[in-house]
Nanobody, 114 residues
Framework: QVQLVESGGGLVQPGGSLRLSCAAS????????MSWYRQAPGKERELVAD??????STNYADSVKGRFTISRDNGKVYLQMNNLKPEDTAVYYC?????????WGKGTLVTVSS
């Protein structure tokens, strides 16, 4: 069965760093574009970063450019988050896409607070 399992969330202080991981299984990982989304309380789910199936191209939301980096390797997708801000607080979700197909993880909570 398709499975996306996020990990690495937690509580960090403003200016700190976290690295999120997403372990993928049950599908042809190398054929899928991968993305990280997040949803903060009271807000819509938004795209944070995505990476092509080959890993050759990446895109980022303006709010995280220069601070976050998405990468992929051997069935895992990562989101390196640096210089975290309180407004980054959200549940972060891993997403896999191939045309009409889309899979979601259950999310991992990131809380940025002093």
């Amino acid at each position: 069965q398709v499975q996306l399992v996020e990990s690495g969330g937690g509580l960090v202080q403003p200016g700190g760093s976290l690295r999120l991981s997403c372990a993928a299984s049950g599908f042809s990982f190398s054929s899928y574009a991968m993305s990280w989304y997040r949803q903060a309380p009271g807000k819509e789910r938004e795209l944070v970063a995505d990476i092509t199936s080959t890993g050759g191209s990446t895109n980022y939301a303006d709010s995280v450019k220069g601070r976050f980096t998405i990468s992929r390797d051997n069935g895992k997708v990562y989101l390196q988050m640096n210089n975290l801000k309180p407004e980054d607080t959200a549940v972060y979700y891993c997403n896999a896409r191939l045309r009409a197909l889309a899979y979601w993880g259950k999310g991992t909570l990131v809380t940025v607070s002093s």
